[in-house]
């Protein structure tokens, strides 16, 4: 049997742990089981469980999701990023957005320089391909990669030239693991 009572909000008392153990939407400590989120509490007899099922549930990425982040730093042997939205999600992200691209997560074809393929600023599409113990990313299919880049010297965004990028103010060519549609993606 499933018991729904309408509204809960974090910090309520919805059960106790001899009865319920605490899942989705809740946390146990000492003994008494709380809301961790607003929703409609929900206990369920069979399972013994005690789950908030919101409304509104939050934006939280996980294996397989594709996201769009911008590279903040450029390692040896990896990149980091800060993930700023979930493809097809209009809400903000909850829970963890700063992500690592391992060199050999980064293209199909080898690369040992991190930096011949991705750098500071570049805003990529990407893959999750792990969420613990950290956030982890690809860009190795055609549709993953830099979708918009700025020129390192006067920050001139790049045109694609062939399987590189160009800057028309500085003439200046360089080398990025790129998006199948680079340049046809609109950042606002």
Do not use: W
């Amino acid at each position: 049997m499933m018991t729904q009572i309408d509204l809960v909000f974090p910090g309520d008392e919805v059960a106790v742990e001899e009865e319920y153990l605490a899942a989705e939407g809740t946390y146990a400590e000492d003994g008494v089981v709380y809301a961790s989120q607003v929703g409609v509490l929900q206990l369920d007899d069979k399972d013994c469980v005690a789950r908030v099922l919101s409304h509104n549930p939050p934006n939280v990425l996980k294996e397989g999701d594709i996201v769009y982040a911008v590279v903040a730093d450029i390692r040896n042997t990896m990149a980091t990023a800060d993930v700023v939205a979930k493809e097809g999600v209009d809400r903000s992200l909850g829970g963890e957005t700063y992500a690592t691209i391992h060199v050999s997560k980064i293209s199909q074809k080898y690369t040992d320089d991190v930096s011949k393929e991705l750098r500071k600023g570049d805003y990529i599409r990407a893959k999750v391909t792990g969420v613990k113990p950290s956030l982890q990313l690809t860009t190795k299919d055609d549709h993953l990669g830099a979708i918009r880049s700025l020129c390192s010297k006067c920050k001139t965004e790049l045109v694609r030239k062939g399987d590189g990028l160009y800057c028309p103010e500085c003439k200046q060519s360089s080398s990025r693991k790129l998006a199948d549609d680079y340049g046809d993606v609109r950042i606002d």
